[in-house]
């Protein structure tokens, strides 16, 4: 039976593509330009076989060009060209083709591949993430275990450190609870990809304590302490009143009313509330250092001693 070409018609979306029937029935798709080389037409008799591979030949072409461009924009393990041309309909064995002229010519390396991402992205998070990463890009297990072992674990904790600190220091402005400081930064880092030894052993050195009254060990003895404010690196402590060298209470005092009165004229030209200036006030009081007590009485002052809840 003869092979007759009965329609020739464009592909809707893909530009430059056509689809090529043969005796009213789908045979394939191929580029515009092979229609065009090859005179191909409605009507026109041709031996299928031979068009076949003249239409793989023309596919693996266009498929190489496509995934040389996409590895323009940056570096692809060998499953994201797979799945890229996929996407765009190119048969198994075009596809097998192109990432075997890829490979050999170094187009594409799984193994540097995982080593440029780990060695990017160890700096933000840790060895987990980048194992679930690398293994939803398609690379081997023996490629990802081989990479995150060349990563010493120092760099991994010390990551870890810098990143808990930086959370710490902000968490510590607005939450007084240790325990919910601590369960806070332990998802944190536990959703940036650190283990749970890893975790732990961060969250041990920090020695946080939050900005609030409570007591503290000196001497062995427990010994009410008056909060204020030491910052090393990112890590908040707390200190005793005979640790504060001499601070005389009128200076204290003094300074605190200077300090209040600034910022209250300030709130009192952003927000009309009393309510929200006082407790935006209390805030901003809580994380210079001020106890409650110290900063209750100072806004009392500087509300004409109005009693409110706040």
Not at 86 to 113: A, G, H, M, N
Not at 162 to 170: G, I, P
């Amino acid at each position: 039976m003869k092979k007759i070409i009965t329609k020739i018609e464009a592909q809707k979306k893909k530009e430059n593509r056509v689809n090529i029937f043969i005796n009213e029935e789908f045979a394939f798709g191929c580029s515009s330009e092979l229609v065009y080389y090859h005179n191909l037409s409605k009507g026109k008799e041709v031996n299928v076989d031979e068009l076949k591979e003249l239409i793989l030949e023309d596919n693996y072409i266009t498929g190489k060009t496509k995934a040389l461009k996409y590895l323009e924009a940056s570096l692809r393990s060998e499953h994201q060209v797979r799945e890229y041309l996929e996407k765009r309909e190119y048969e198994e064995s075009v596809i097998d083709r192109v990432v075997e002229f890829l490979k050999e010519y170094k187009f594409i390396d799984d193994t540097y591949y995982a080593k440029a991402y780990a060695t990017q992205n160890i700096r933000s998070q840790g060895k987990n993430n980048i194992k679930y990463k690398l293994m939803q890009r398609g690379i081997g297990e023996e490629i990802i275990v081989k990479t995150l072992d060349d990563i010493p674990s120092e760099e991994e904790y010390n990551t870890a450190l810098k990143l808990a600190e930086k959370r710490c220091a902000v968490l510590c402005k607005n939450e007084r609870d240790l325990w919910k400081i601590k369960t806070k930064l332990n998802t944190f880092l536990l959703s940036k990809g650190y283990g749970y030894d890893t975790v732990k052993s961060v969250i041990d050195k920090l020695e946080i304590i939050p900005l609030k009254e409570q007591y503290k060990e000196v001497d062995g003895c427990l010994e009410e302490a008056t909060v204020e404010e030491i910052t090393y690196g990112n890590s908040i402590y707390l200190k005793t009143e005979k640790q504060k060298n001499g601070d005389s209470e009128e200076e204290r005092e003094a300074e605190l009313y200077s300090l209040a009165e600034k910022r209250y004229e300030k709130l009192c030209r952003t927000e009309s509330d009393k309510l929200k200036q006082k407790r935006k006030l209390q805030d901003f009081l809580f994380r210079k250092g001020y106890s409650y007590s110290e900063i209750k009485s100072v806004i009392n002052r500087l509300t004409d001693g109005i009693e409110e809840e706040y």
